[in-house]
C-alpha cells in the first residue's frame, strides 16, 4: 500500500470514528492497515440489533438508522475532503468507498419500505450533505485522529475522545 492510499484510508476511518463518537455511536477501535488492499477498519461495539434495521416504522429506529448512515458516509466523505490535498493516483480507494454507499443504499432502500414514495438517491445525497457539513465542523478532530492512526496504526475510543477534545471547538 502507497503512503498516500494510507493516508487516505486514515482521513476514511477517522470520518466513520469521529462522526461515532459526536453521534453517541459505540465503537471498539479503528486501524489503519500498512499491508494488503484494505485500508483500514472501524469495528462497531457490537452488532445493530436486528429491529434497527427492519423496523423502520417505529420514529427511534428510523433515527438510530440515520446515525448509522451518517457514520457509513462519514468514511468516503472525509476521504474525499482529505483526497484533495493528494497528489497520488488514489483509484484503489474506490473498493471502501463503494461498499459503504452500497451499504448505506441497501439501508435506505429498506427504510423506504416504512416510508413510500422516499427518493433513494435523494435521501442518500441529503445525508451525504448533512454528513459533509458535520465533518467540516468536526474536521480539526478529523485531522488529528487521522494524523494519530498513521502512526499508532490502531486507536481505541478513549483515544479518539481524547484527541477530539484536544482539536479545539470547532473538532471538540
Not at 476511518?13 to 483500514?40: Q, S
Not at 435523494?122 to 467540516?136: F, I, N, Q
Not at 465542523?137 to 481524547?162: C, I, M, N, Q
Request: glycine share 10%; proline share 6%; charged share 25%.
Amino acid at each position: 500500500m502507497t503512503e498516500d492510499l494510507r493516508r487516505l484510508a486514515a482521513y476514511h476511518e477517522a470520518g466513520h470514528v469521529v462522526t461515532a463518537l459526536r453521534l453517541g455511536v459505540p465503537f471498539r477501535r479503528v486501524k489503519v492497515f500498512t499491508k494488503g488492499l484494505r485500508g483500514g477498519a472501524m469495528q462497531v461495539g457490537g452488532a445493530w440489533p436486528p429491529e434497527l434495521l427492519t423496523d423502520f416504522g417505529q420514529p427511534e429506529n428510523w433515527e438510530q438508522a440515520e446515525a448509522y448512515l451518517l457514520v457509513l458516509l462519514a468514511g468516503p466523505n472525509a476521504g474525499a475532503m482529505a483526497r484533495s490535498d493528494l497528489g497520488a493516483n488514489v483509484q484503489a480507494a474506490k473498493r471502501p468507498v463503494e461498499s459503504d454507499l452500497e451499504q448505506a443504499r441497501a439501508v435506505i432502500k429498506a427504510m423506504a419500505t416504512a416510508r413510500p414514495g422516499t427518493d433513494i438517491e435523494a435521501y442518500l445525497t441529503e445525508l451525504e450533505d448533512r454528513s459533509c457539513e458535520m465533518l467540516g465542523s468536526w474536521w480539526p478532530a478529523v485531522e488529528a485522529v487521522a494524523e494519530a492512526l498513521l502512526k499508532r496504526g490502531t486507536l481505541w475510543p478513549k483515544d479518539v475522545a481524547r484527541l477530539a477534545q484536544e482539536a479545539g471547538p470547532s473538532g471538540g
